[in-house]
């Protein structure tokens, strides 16, 4: 072993692990050197779950970088000649309707993001593994990507650590824990170890988990929380003796018992000769904190390795014996079974990327194995390229607010997830049930008495629709459908499509305080926003103005999307709820990397928003402020912001609209908020509930959403979202952004799609809620990009003004025509789309209004 060194560019703390050595890996394929990798154990691990983990691959998630990041890593192990492609079976038992809809729903993300999954019959799926038995399932999904890092990722991770050490890029310390993080003017500098202090340019946290522990050194914490999984091994099973296998049919997952099941092939092989079956606790799930994990020396088998009482898993290992009696024939394995901590995260996601409280100290935490590889370069493409090819908002670790780090929120939101593992299924639109109430509006207890229908964003409480408005649904009733299809109405309130109705004839208010917003203040904050945004906010001009803007990164492509309010002495950034905490956490950031002074404070509990649109909303607005001359056209022209009087109450008014209906935003201070609401409802104006703005008329206007529509795998001319003229100032992406412009066009552009036909084949007309594939109809293929990028729809809603579901989708530029018919499919089904706008094509726009998110 090489000296300890006390200097280098890169501390990985947990290398010992699947991702710490993948980090590793792609550091030095990226071009870094001198990386020197600690691990509290041995290495690779002998105490973490890469050293027990089932090692099994399926590309079956809902969003694409997951799935990327899936796909990524099975190629990665089957490179090194390092996995089993032996194909993965999900069967769905008789009666079990919504996990057929799930499997259904699983072949559309596979079409939309690149899987091969598809449905097999019950008697498919018994040919493939012939141990099920055939009367218990109604049919099953099939993956002939899914397989097994043989022998281990364990060994894996070993293969990468000798490999780095070999080529000199990396030293190596096993059972060297971390002990404190060095510290300097806001920046991490070093490691501390018993063996000695480490200084470093970047400390990368791989300790899986013990994260948190590492993280509570920076003064933050992870929200992530190791929890039990039991594994269990009956045998001895030597069906595959003598074939040198390591698994020998293919995988099975019962989820419906939230169970799995898979041999462990050739007895002669390194856990051969046995049938694994794995379960997820529904109910009681045991999670531990990371302080609370046992030392190697006081634990029986090891830290992440407890014990497992039988009874806590009869009745799930009852049921998956009906399924499998092969697991009642071979005898128990007691000894060689126990409950492994994996881990589970408040939102699904893992906790990557750069500390909150730190800069150069990064975090890749709460990464299954089968996501290791694909993990472990999108960290280390962000470290040494600034970006990911893939966009990586859903696992940013800035993407949480402060509420969302405290050690109640934590356990409470991972509880609920650890439940979900695997069942039941978790609906799109599905609300959490724990952590509610977080953050409510003034108004709240007057949407309560309306009856709100609530969902939370950003830990607000937002009302998509009101019980007191379903009076309305006699009058719209020939409009708005009933939704006979129970997945297509779960979470959704039919009475939001008749305030929608309402609000177009006559006038409504919508409750918006879910809006993030920051105040940049100082001396230096037109130039941080000048050169953060692609629009121009500097100049005198544009002082009293609201500017709908966007954020690219380095290559050009849309990073965020927001307005700016330019005030006297400072900037305003609103924003949305689930964006706003990255885009602060960047232009902290980036004022630092700039040298810029300049104060940034989140101030999104101080003020509220409401917002007043319709035919009648001038009006009716009219009749509560001090001044209604105020609000004629001539006096308050569109992108205006100025300020009113209602019920005493000071008021910013900004005329804008995100639903296609003339009216204003009104921001106010928090505590003003209630005598605005009241002050116009005592007028009589529809409450309406946030539904019609964040999703209906939202689409009927053509209007893009970030995190959605919106993000760094296209650009501002794709989105049609680019100005006129390109600014002269320099700002973020601009000379990749005029590189762009000059292109004849591009290789994509946003459309917008509407459903031709919309029943299924049972005669029920769907109303689509999640992501639909988009193929070409001749060929039924997936369409695909000069860019490699796929076709797939960003958002998708009904508009009952139009009558029509519609989606938003990028689609190659040679299906960019207007009346193009293409497919989607829905749930597995086909159904026909047309293109009915390229780019910004708004179907319902009464008064011609700009975009704006």
């Known amino acids: 072993m090489s000296s300890f060194p006390n200097r280098a560019k890169v501390v990985i703390v947990g290398l010992g692990g699947i991702v710490g050595a993948s980090v590793a890996h792609h550091l030095i394929e990226n071009g870094w050197d001198d990386i020197v990798g600690i691990d509290k154990s041995a290495v690779p691990t002998d105490i973490g779950s890469t050293g027990h983990a089932s090692d099994f691959c399926f590309a079956t998630s809902h969003d694409l970088l997951s799935t990327w990041s899936t796909m990524y890593s099975m190629d990665f192990y089957e490179k090194m000649g390092r996995y089993s492609r032996i194909g993965g079976i999900e069967v769905c038992r008789k009666g079990d309707d919504d996990r057929l809809t799930e499997l259904k729903r699983r072949c559309d993300s596979g079409r939309a993001f690149g899987s091969n999954v598809r449905m097999i019959t019950a008697a498919e799926a018994k040919e493939k593994f012939p141990l099920l038995e055939e009367d218990q399932i109604e049919c099953a999904m099939w993956d002939p990507d899914a397989g097994l890092v043989v022998p281990r990722s364990q060994a894996v991770a070993g293969e990468l650590i000798d490999a780095a050490e070999k080529s000199g890029k990396l030293k190596v310390f096993a059972n060297t824990p971390a002990l404190e993080l060095i510290t300097e003017n806001g920046r991490v500098t070093g490691v501390k170890t018993h063996r000695g202090t480490i200084m470093a340019d970047y400390v990368v946290v791989c300790a899986g988990l013990w994260g948190r522990l590492i993280a509570e050194m920076a003064g933050e914490d992870l929200p992530v929380m190791p929890v039990d999984h039991p594994l269990t091994f009956f045998g001895p099973y030597d069906e595959f003796a003598g074939t040198g296998l390591e698994i020998g049919r293919p995988l099975l997952r019962d989820q419906g018992n939230s169970a799995y099941m898979r041999d462990t092939g050739d007895p002669a092989t390194t856990e051969g000769g046995q049938m694994e079956w794995g379960y997820y606790y529904e109910k009681d799930v045991r999670m531990v904190h990371p302080r609370d994990i046992l030392e190697k020396e ?10 497992l009482v039988l009874e806590d898993v009869i009745e799930p290992l009852e049921k998956a014996m009906e399924l499998t009696p092969i697991l009642a024939e071979l005898g128990f394995n007691e000894g060689h079974s126990f409950n492994g901590l994996l881990q589970t995260t408040t939102d699904g996601g893992p906790s990557m990327g750069e500390s909150r409280k730190l800069r150069g100290l990064w975090y890749a935490v709460a990464i299954w194995v089968k996501d290791g590889p694909g993990m472990g370069k999108l960290i ?6 600034g970006r990911t090819d893939v966009d990586h908002n859903g696992i940013d670790y800035a993407r949480f607010n402060d509420y969302q780090l405290t050690e109640d929120y934590i356990w409470g939101r991972c509880e609920e997830t650890a439940a979900k593992i695997y069942n039941p299924p978790v609906h799109p639109r599905e609300p959490f049930a724990n952590a509610r109430g977080i953050r409510r509006s003034p108004f709240y207890e007057r949407e309560v008495e309306l009856g709100g229908y609530f969902m939370e964003l950003g830990g607000w409480e937002r009302a998509h629709g009101y019980a007191a408005n379903e009076h309305l649904l006699e009058k719209y009733a020939d409009q708005v459908p009933v939704r006979e299809a129970e997945w297509d109405n779960r979470h959704f309130w039919r009475v939001s499509n008749a305030e929608q109705l309402e609000m ?26 000048e050169y953060l945004c692609a629009a121009k906010i500097g100049g005198d001009n544009m002082i009293g103005k609201g500017i709908y803007t966007h954020m690219l990164d380095d290559e050009g492509m849309v990073r965020a999307d927001f307005t700016v ?22 232009m902290k950031r980036m004022a630092q990397d700039r040298g810029l002074d300049v104060t940034i404070t989140d101030v999104t509990e101080d003020y509220t928003t409401v917002g007043i649109w319709g035919p009648n909303a001038r009006e009716n607005l009219k009749k509560v402020v001090a001044d209604p001359d105020m609000l004629d056209v001539e006096n308050f022209p569109f992108a205006a912001i100025k300020t009113i009087e209602i019920a005493g109450k000071k008021v910013s008014a900004f005329r804008i609209s995100y639903v296609g209906e003339q009216g204003w935003e009104l921001h106010m201070r928090y505590e003003d908020g209630l005598a605005v609401w009241d002050a116009l409802r005592a007028e009589g104006v529809l409450a309406v509930g946030v539904e019609t703005y964040a999703n209906s008329r939202r689409l009927e206007k053509s209007l893009r959403l970030q995190n959605a529509d919106l993000n760094t795998m296209y650009n501002l001319y794709e989105a049609d979202l ?19 412009r000059a292109r004849d066009h591009q290789p994509a552009m946003l459309c917008t799609l509407v459903m031709k036909e919309h029943t299924d084949a049972n005669g029920v007309k769907r109303y689509p809620n999640t992501t639909l594939p988009v193929m070409d109809p001749e060929t039924g293929e997936v369409l695909i990009d000069e860019l490699g990028r796929r076709s797939f729809t960003s958002s998708v809603a009904f508009g009952p003004t139009v009558g029509k579901n519609i989606a938003l989708a990028y689609l190659p530029w040679d299906y960019c025509q207007v009346g193009r018919e293409l497919n989607v499919t829905y749930l597995d089904e086909t159904y026909p789309v047309e293109v009915a706008g390229v780019g910004y094509a708004p179907l319902y726009d009464p008064e011609n209004t700009k975009p704006r998110s």
Do not use: Q
Request: hydrophobic share 35%; aromatic share 6%.
């Open 380 to 385: 280390a493409d962000w470290m040494t390229k």
């Open 722 to 740: 680019s100005r006129p003229k390109v600014k002269e100032a320099e700002f973020r992406g601009k000379e990749k952004h005029l590189e762009y």
């Open 565 to 586: 309010f330019r005030m006297e002495d400072r900037c305003r950034l609103v924003n949305g709820a689930d964006a706003g905490p990255r885009d602060l956490m960047c």
């Open 504 to 529: 177009s004839a006559d006038c409504g208010i919508i409750n918006l305080s879910h809006f993030h917003m920051t105040d940049i203040s100082g001396p230096d904050h037109v130039a941080l926003m």
């Open 298 to 307: 006081e634990a029986r088998m090891g830290p992440s390795m407890r014990d």
